[in-house]
């Protein structure tokens, strides 16, 4: 059955928004993360935000392109927390990107010693700039979750889990079957890798000295 | 170049994020990074509430607008009828009860009215009166 904007818009108003706000608001909080460390995202009073946008404001946001049209979602296929989770991940990704590829223009005009010419270009579209900013992001993305693996080095539980996760281990019991951890532990280690990772992300300068984007912010 | 890139930080978070049992545990999780469940909720439903009234309000200005250039398109304008035709309509209007007394009166000396005036005052009188075909 075909949804208009209005059966969409009724959808979303009668949502269970209780638990689903929470969910949601946390998901953008996590994946907003992905930025702190390499200027992409800042902390602002404990949260993230990229460029002075919020979670809150990440999920917002998809619930208006959701009311517009502008992200389609069909009932039938996905419930309201998966579009949304979506949605705003896919947003947090390309605010993200912005970043970067404003970075990366920084940096070039920098060299150059003028901004007059890269300023005056059209939008070259998503073709290699897109490209290379996603890949941009995700060198930048990788330091930091694997500083974040050497932060915890010293706890043989937490690389278990760590590990099991970045094998795409997901389900505690499959967890249990690949490590030596038992399902409880599996539920206790999660909520402490996970509380670990956010005051991690909250303290993190990264291992970017080198790196162009901050030699980039630096100079401005 | 670059778009075989590992994304090992995605595969962490959807590990994090995988084991959420309960709403007491998110909420738990929001609380360890600085936020205040409740306030929040609070504060989204009152945005929810503007939100969602905003986007009503836009649909049915698009809805009326939509309606009104049907309208609009349905009506055939007086420029494509002969001069006779509109001299017959307008003097018509003029004369018809239903024309406002306003209308009438501030065109007392029919005769200074051009044709483009008459063709004017006719589609707009058309539009206003779209159900009332006698002037079509």
């Known amino acids: 059955m075909a ?175 690949v490590t030596s951890l038992k399902v409880d532990r599996i539920y206790e280690l999660s909520r402490k890798l996970k509380t670990k990772y956010v005051k991690f992300t909250m303290t993190y300068s990264g291992p970017l000295e080198q790196s162009d984007l901050v030699i980039a912010r630096r100079r401005k | 170049m670059n778009n075989i890139i590992d994304d090992m930080h995605a595969r962490i978070l959807t590990g994090l994020e995988s084991t959420d049992q309960s709403i007491d545990d998110v909420k738990n999780s929001l609380i360890t990074s600085g936020y205040d469940p409740d306030k929040e909720l609070a504060a989204f439903k009152a945005r929810l509430s503007s939100i969602i009234s905003r986007h009503t309000w836009k649909a049915e200005a698009r809805a009326k607008q939509s309606a009104f250039n049907n309208k609009v398109m349905s009506i055939i304008s007086w420029a494509s009828r002969s001069s006779e035709d509109i001299d017959a309509a307008f003097k018509t209007l003029m004369a018809n009860q239903k024309t406002p007394h306003g209308l009438a009166m501030a065109f007392r000396n029919l005769d200074a009215i051009t044709l483009e005036d008459k063709i004017a005052i006719l589609n707009d009188y058309a539009l206003l009166n779209h159900d009332d075909t006698s002037l079509q």
């Not at chain 1, 993230?48 to 998809?62: K, M, T, V």
């Not at chain 1, 005009?109 to 941009?136: F, L, M, N, Q, Y």
């Not at chain 1, 050497?150 to 970045?166: G, N, R, S, T």
Request: net charge negative; charged share 30%; proline share 5%.
């Open chain 1, 3 to 177: 949804h208009d904007l209005s059966d969409i818009a009724e959808l979303i108003r009668s949502a269970p928004w209780d638990s689903l706000q929470p969910q949601l608001l946390h998901h953008a909080d996590f994946t907003m993360r992905k930025g702190l460390g390499w200027g992409a995202a800042a902390i602002s009073d404990g949260r993230p935000c990229i460029e002075g946008r919020d979670a809150a404001w990440f999920l917002d946001e998809a619930i208006k392109k959701t009311l517009d049209g502008t992200r389609k979602w069909n009932p039938e296929a996905v419930d309201l927390r998966r579009h949304l989770s979506e949605v705003i991940r896919s947003l947090i990704d390309s605010h993200l990107k912005s970043v970067v590829v404003r970075n990366r223009i920084n940096l070039i005009a920098d060299k150059a010693g003028t901004v007059a010419s890269i300023e005056g270009r059209p939008d070259p579209g998503p073709t290699s700039a897109d490209s290379i900013a996603r890949g941009e992001l995700l060198r930048e993305q990788n330091k930091l979750i694997r500083a974040f693996r050497a932060h915890i080095a010293d706890d043989a539980e937490l690389i278990a889990l760590f590990d099991a996760y970045d094998a795409e281990y997901y389900d505690p019991r499959e967890i249990a079957a």
